[in-house]
């Protein structure tokens, strides 16, 4: 299915859509000095990604997400489902509480721990915009369907590898293959940027927002390196690869990302996991470069078909 392939009104029961999406913040209503930049081509795709949306009608929507040294402090898992879970509000983004399919997210990790993936559970936890805003920017705000919140490790090294997010995207796939609710996967996080607070090892530290605003801008200025700069050459090897079926590109393009991406870029693995997923390849919808924010920030939205099998072609 492509952008011009008509809508099917009566998506099939078990069909699945993919969406992935960075997190371009819009300005808040009638604040015109917003000190974002504009990425109008970005908020455009939301719409239109979120009309695919709706006429899919998810009865369950997966998401995949990161989070920026918030909600995880004391321990930080590597892939974590959460059970319960709340939106924390920062960087201008939704609060409240999420509906988590309970049940659903506690038998999806028992599947994974059962195919031996060390999966980590978590209960009330407070997720930042690295869920949030895609909840709104996609859905419509965080109520609007069941969830069930995927958590993988992007901002506090080690991070999986593409090759390992790609594995467990697949098996959280195969999870719903046998279940006949329509399932929308969400990957989320940015492309090409780079924060140079997270050059630093993760403390641990718990702080609250404006402390960690403060430090951040602090560091962001004292270890900022002006000789370092990108350019969209790994945006667009990595929009390729989710273009296709087969994982050959995993391996060249999850290969020394900090370095040709920034460590921002990291955040792609919940991007690989919602393609795997999904099972098919994502047409990108909008992308742009923004050589002017940092040492270059890349920022895209892209999308599946909806076969009524995952397999279909």
């Known amino acids: 299915m492509t952008l011009d392939t008509p809508i099917p009104t009566s998506p099939a029961r078990g069909a699945r859509l993919t969406v992935c999406s960075s997190h371009a913040i819009p300005p808040p209503p009638g604040d015109p000095a917003w000190p974002v930049p504009p990425k109008p081509e970005i908020w455009a795709a939301w719409a239109t990604a979120r009309e695919r949306i709706q006429a899919f009608a998810p009865e369950l929507v997966v998401v995949f997400g990161t989070d920026h040294r918030r909600a995880f402090r004391a321990v930080i898992p590597s892939v974590a489902v959460a059970l319960t879970a709340t939106a924390r509000g920062d960087r201008n983004g939704p609060v409240g509480t999420y509906p988590v399919a309970g049940d659903t997210a506690r038998a999806l990790a028992e599947h994974l721990s059962a195919h031996d993936v060390d999966i980590a559970v978590a209960h009330r936890v407070a997720l930042d915009h690295g869920f949030g805003h895609s909840a709104r920017d996609l859905l419509g705000g965080i109520d609007r369907h069941p969830i069930v919140p995927i958590f993988l490790n992007a901002a506090s090294p080690p991070a999986p590898s593409f090759r390992r997010a790609a594995h467990i995207g697949e098996l959280v796939g195969r999870f719903f293959d046998d279940r006949p609710e329509r399932v ?32 951040y801008a602090r560091l962001s200025q004292a270890l900022a390196d002006p000789s370092l700069r990108f350019d969209d050459g790994w945006d667009r090897e990595f929009l390729a690869g989710l273009g296709r079926r087969d994982r050959d590109w995993l391996q060249a393009a999850g290969t020394d990302v900090v370095r040709r991406a920034g460590n921002g870029a990291n955040e792609a693995v919940c991007w690989v996991a919602a393609w795997a997923a999904g099972g098919q390849p994502l047409q990108v919808l909008a992308y742009r470069f923004d050589a002017t924010t940092g040492a270059g920030n890349g920022a895209a939205v892209a999308l599946s078909g909806w076969p009524a099998s995952p397999l279909a072609a």
């Open 184 to 215: 929308l996967f969400v990957g989320t996080g940015g492309l090409t940027h780079h924060l140079p607070p997270y050059t630093l090892p993760d403390d641990g530290a718990e702080r609250d927002e404006d402390e960690r605003l403060a430090l």
